[in-house]
């Protein structure tokens, strides 16, 4: 399977900017889909996600800021990102995990895209 994603790139605090990640194969429909960060020096954190059952979960710093969707006639899925600060700064990840991925998930089991980079500027 493959994850691919775009939609990064530079924004000033208070702005939007919207992820998508292209996903191949089956997993699109069996496996949990999300999205993780990691800024420069720390661990790769949990962000986002959604179980093919359609249950999302979010970490609690973009609780109300960003929104998980997906299409499944382009099998993608989103990451529309609103109101972001400096903080948000980040190499953000395509994840999928044919386990329950959320905060607290082991990513033992999770594969990767190859990131894409958010700037946020102050």
């Known amino acids: 399977a493959q994850l691919v994603e775009s939609g990064g790139g530079l924004v000033q605090a208070g702005g939007s900017l919207r992820l998508s990640c292209a996903v191949s194969?089956?997993?699109?429909?069996?496996?949990?889909l999300g999205w993780y960060r990691q800024a420069p020096g720390n661990q790769r954190r949990f962000v986002a996600s959604?179980?093919?059952?359609?249950?999302?979960k979010y970490a609690d710093s973009v609780k109300g800021r960003f929104t998980i969707s997906r299409d499944d006639a382009k099998n993608t899925i989103f990451l529309q990102m609103n109101d972001l600060k400096p903080e948000d700064t980040a190499v953000y990840y395509c994840?999928?995990?044919?386990?329950?991925?959320?905060?607290?998930?082991?990513?033992?089991?999770?594969?990767w895209g190859q990131g894409t980079q958010v700037t946020v500027s102050s």
């Open positions: 994840a999928s995990d044919p386990y329950v991925m959320g905060p607290y998930s082991s990513t033992w089991s999770t594969s």
């Open positions: 959604m179980s093919n059952h359609g249950e999302k």
């Open positions: 194969g089956s997993i699109f429909s069996t496996n949990d």
